[in-house]
């Protein structure tokens, strides 16, 4: 189970899917908690899209993406749906599927556009260097310690959304738009080496099955941390022993543990009715 530890890329993806894991899966229990789950996918492919435009007109390939990506999670912190018959969800999906659009336009104009489209959604994690994983662990560190350092605030504004009360955060909320602009450079940076479907999934698949799992606001918390550590493990394991690319093999173990997630909840809530039955 261990083997893939004597290669030191296998160490240093591992490495990696930790630092992105622990930090998604983390800010994964607020996006699930407001039902904003597509603003992952639309940040992510926003990013995408920049790094699309770059490679089409030759420069920037660092600093476009960022440019995209804060200016994606800025408009975003702006949408607050008021009219019933909208939900919030479909204009992040509108925003997904024109960004997904351009891009596809874009690459299609690179040399090898195929390959390339391969990897924006799946990312190629087995390259990165030392050098990329200490650049990451340094900002996703830094973004991890805003949360924590004004984790109520950030919580408060989470439940406000649970509760159906977010139209009173307003047109601009401060912290509204901290949140948005950290989840765009955690993505903007994981998406580089993971790629956007791999980061979708940990940041919602982690906090889903979590919720699943348990009811209580720090159960959930840690549980969502343990399931992204050990998506990254036996799907790094599974990439590692049955020669399959690194970016789905963590995928479709991450969906594994959500189905597994998802019996026990049914399991769970069996016993729930008949200990209801027997009490009535």
Do not use: C
């Not at 924006?120 to 560190?141: C, E, H, P, T």
């Not at 439940?159 to 139209?167: A, I, P, Q, R, T």
């Amino acid at each position: 189970m261990f083997e893939m530890f004597q290669l030191p890329f296998m160490v240093q993806a591992f490495t990696v899917a930790v630092i992105t894991g622990i930090l998604l899966s983390y800010l994964g229990v607020h996006v699930v908690g407001r039902g904003i789950v597509f603003v992952d996918l639309a940040l992510g492919q926003i990013s995408s899209l920049g790094v699309a435009f770059a490679a089409f007109i030759g420069t920037g390939l660092t600093s476009i993406p960022l440019i995209f990506t804060l200016a994606g999670a800025l408009l975003m912190s702006f949408i607050n749906i008021r009219d019933k018959r909208l939900k919030q969800e479909a204009i992040i999906g509108i925003l997904y599927a024109f960004a997904s659009a351009l891009t596809v336009l874009f690459i299609s104009k690179t040399p090898h556009g195929d390959s390339d489209i391969q990897e924006v959604l799946f990312g190629n994690i087995l390259s990165v260097s030392w050098q990329q994983i200490k650049l990451i662990a340094i900002i996703f560190g830094i973004l991890l310690l805003v949360q924590v350092i004004f984790f109520r605030k950030f919580f408060g504004l989470t439940e406000s959304f649970e509760n159906g009360v977010n139209h009173l955060v307003g047109i601009f909320n401060i912290w509204n738009f901290l949140f948005y602009i950290t989840i765009g450079l955690a993505i903007v940076f994981a998406v580089k080496v993971n790629g956007v479907i791999p980061v979708f999934s940990y940041l919602i698949i982690p906090a889903v099955s979590a919720i699943m799992i348990a009811k209580k606001k720090a159960a959930v918390l840690i549980i969502a941390l343990i399931i992204s550590i050990l998506g990254g493990f036996f799907g790094l394991n599974f990439s590692f022993h049955y020669d399959f690319p690194a970016g789905p093999s963590i995928v479709v173990v991450l969906g594994g543990i959500f189905i597994l997630a998802s019996i026990y909840n049914i399991f769970k809530r069996g016993k729930n009715n008949q200990k209801s039955i027997v009490i009535k």
